[in-house]
């Protein structure tokens, strides 16, 4: 090592790590909040959502939080203001919870990545509005709120936007019970193929984002990570392979509507268009296109991430080609 070299290390702060008093214990949690369409009195008796502890792992679990403490992290993740009283309009259906150490070290996601790893997964089960807004690593003392670090995004929108044409917008429990069939991807980082890890991370940045210009290209380009083999006639093997890839997801999308899409997505990537300067702005069956597009795309993933043979239909560009074949 340089002299440099060691006047940097020497420089470089040193994080102590506390030795935990008998009976503490740090969780990390992140809420989903309920929505104005929680109190939906028929879908809720429905689809109840998650309530009980349901254990995905040894580590990872969720439950519906003792209010007392899921009023303490809510507190922790918003802003103070300065006097004046913070009124909440929400409160939480459940939370994700995973064991954990702190204080650690953190990076961008604060040690919450898996987690949002998790809840990633979770959203290709049945879409949830379950973002980052408040998350936290919380000690308890014996059960009781002792300390709570909230987590202070950085370059990751921390909100996750669903279709105003979505009425539930929570887990199940039978949603859990699938969700703890994929935990092997978080657990033990079980490989998928890389078109198929390209596919998901569009999806989820697309769900991350608000405005359906920008939306509409994450989820083609999704689609098109599962599609896109060569760079000719992009266009005419996306409708042909997306057709085949809707019908076996249990949609319909026609060659024409497909067609559509990818109109709309090229004047939107290249700039020269957004929708809303469409003579209609966004038309309703537009709007209905675009929820087939995604919807598509999340039963695509999910089932690659449930079947490891569907999968491996997306390990190259010649298994792609064998699979979904382009006359």
């Known amino acids: 090592m340089s002299k440099a070299d060691e ?3 020497v420089a470089a702060p040193r994080l102590v790590i506390p030795q935990l008093e008998p009976g503490e214990e740090w969780l990390s949690m992140i809420l989903h909040m309920s929505d104005a369409n929680f109190a939906a009195t028929e879908l809720l008796k429905e689809s109840p959502p998650v309530f009980d502890r349901f254990q ?3 580590e990872f679990w969720i439950e519906h939080l003792d209010p007392t403490l899921a009023r303490a992290i809510i507190d922790a993740c918003s802003p103070a203001n300065f006097g004046m009283p913070v009124m909440q309009q929400q409160d939480h259906t459940y939370a994700f919870v995973k064991k954990t150490t702190l204080p650690g070290l953190f990076n961008d996601f604060g040690g919450l990545d898996e987690l949002a790893a998790v809840i990633a997964m979770s959203r290709l089960i049945h879409f949830t509005g379950t973002g980052l807004r408040y998350a936290a690593r919380v000690s308890l003392m014996n059960g009781q709120v002792k300390q709570i670090l909230a987590y202070q995004p950085r370059g990751v929108s921390v909100d996750v936007f669903t279709s105003k044409t979505r009425k539930r917008n929570w ?3 039978a949603d859990a019970a699938r969700l703890k069939a994929m935990m092997p991807l978080i657990l033990i980082r079980r490989l998928i193929p890389r078109r198929i890890h390209n596919a998901h991370w569009h999806h989820e940045y ?3 984002t608000y ?3 920008h939306r509409w290209v994450f989820v083609v380009t999704g689609l098109e990570a599962l599609t896109n083999t060569s760079r000719y006639q992009g266009q005419k093997k996306f409708v042909s392979r ?6 076996l997801a249990g949609l319909v999308l026609t ?11 090229s004047g939107l990537v290249h700039g020269q268009q957004f929708l809303s300067e469409q003579t209609n702005r966004l038309s309703d069956e537009d709007s209905e296109l675009y929820n087939r597009l995604e919807e598509t795309l999340r039963r695509t993933i999910l089932q690659a991430f449930e079947d490891a043979t569907f999968a491996a239909h997306f390990q190259d560009e010649a298994s792609i080609n ?3 074949p382009y006359p």
């Open 56 to 58: 995905l792992s040894e």
């Open 211 to 213: 405005y359906v210009d």
């Open 171 to 173: 887990l199940t429990v």
């Open 206 to 208: 697309a769900m991350r």
């Open 242 to 247: 997306v057709e085949r890839l809707s019908n």
């Open 7 to 9: 006047k940097v290390a």
């Open 322 to 324: 064998s699979f979904l």
């Open 255 to 265: 060659s024409a509507e497909l067609e559509r899409g990818y109109d709309l997505r």
